[in-house]
C-alpha cells in the first residue's frame, strides 16, 4: 500500500469504547502527513537533481572525451611536426654540407689555378728575362763592334784633339742594364 499524504490525512479508523483520542489521533495524523509531504517534496527535488547531475555528468563525459581526442591529435600533430621538423634540419645540414663541400672544391680548384697561373709567369718571366738579356748581349756585342770600328778614329781624333778618354767608360755592362729594365 501507497501513502500519501491525503490519503494520511483522511484515514479513518475503527470506534472503540477505549480508543484513543480522536482529535490527537487526527493531530498527529496531520502532523505526519505534512512531514510525509516534506520528504516526498524533498525527495522529487533530489530526484531532479540528480537527473539534472547526470545529464552534467553525460555532458561532461562528452566533453572528457572530446578533449581526450583533441588531446591525441595534438600530441599526433606535435610529433609529427616535430618529426617533419626533424626530417627538414637534417636535409637542410645535408644540402649546408654539400654546399660547402662545393664551396672548398671551387676554392681548391681556384687556388689551383692561381698557383699555375703563378708559376706559368714565373716561366714567362724567366723566359722574357732571357730574352732581354739576349737583346742586351746583342745589343752591346753591336755597340762594342761599333765602338771598336769607331776607337781608331776617335784615337786618331784625340791625337789630334790631345784628349784622352778611359776605357772603362767605353765598356758597356749587361748586368745593370737588365737589372734596370726588370
Known amino acids: 500500500?501507497?501513502?500519501?499524504?491525503?490519503?494520511?490525512?483522511?484515514?479513518?479508523?475503527?470506534?472503540?469504547?477505549?480508543?484513543?483520542?480522536?482529535?490527537e489521533v487526527k493531530a498527529f495524523l496531520e502532523k505526519l502527513a505534512d512531514e510525509y509531504e516534506r520528504l516526498q517534496n524533498e525527495n522529487d527535488k533530489l530526484k531532479n537533481e540528480i537527473e539534472r547531475n547526470d545529464e552534467q555528468l553525460k555532458e561532461y563525459k562528452k566533453i572528457e572525451k572530446n578533449l581526450q581526442t583533441v588531446m591525441l591529435s595534438a600530441t599526433e600533430s606535435t610529433?609529427?611536426?616535430?618529426?617533419?621538423?626533424?626530417?627538414?634540419?637534417?636535409?637542410?645540414?645535408?644540402?649546408?654540407?654539400?654546399?660547402?663541400?662545393?664551396?672548398?672544391?671551387?676554392?681548391k680548384e681556384s687556388a689551383n689555378s692561381i698557383r699555375d697561373a703563378v708559376l706559368k709567369l714565373r716561366e714567362e718571366k724567366?723566359?722574357?728575362?732571357?730574352?732581354?738579356?739576349?737583346?742586351v748581349d746583342s745589343q752591346a756585342n753591336l755597340l762594342e763592334f761599333n765602338v771598336e770600328n769607331v776607337e781608331p778614329k776617335i784615337r786618331r781624333k784625340e791625337q789630334t784633339d790631345g784628349t784622352k778618354k778611359n776605357e772603362e767608360q767605353s765598356e758597356i755592362n749587361v748586368d745593370d742594364i737588365l737589372e734596370k729594365l726588370l
Do not use: C, H, W
Open 1 to 23: 500500500m501507497k501513502f500519501t499524504p491525503f490519503g494520511i490525512k483522511n484515514q479513518e479508523f475503527n470506534k472503540s469504547v477505549r480508543g484513543y483520542d480522536r482529535d
Open 79 to 107: 610529433t609529427k611536426a616535430v618529426d617533419s621538423a626533424k626530417k627538414q634540419t637534417a636535409l637542410m645540414i645535408k644540402e649546408a654540407e654539400l654546399k660547402a663541400a662545393q664551396i672548398i672544391e671551387k676554392a
Open 126 to 135: 724567366k723566359l722574357l728575362a732571357a730574352r732581354l738579356k739576349a737583346m
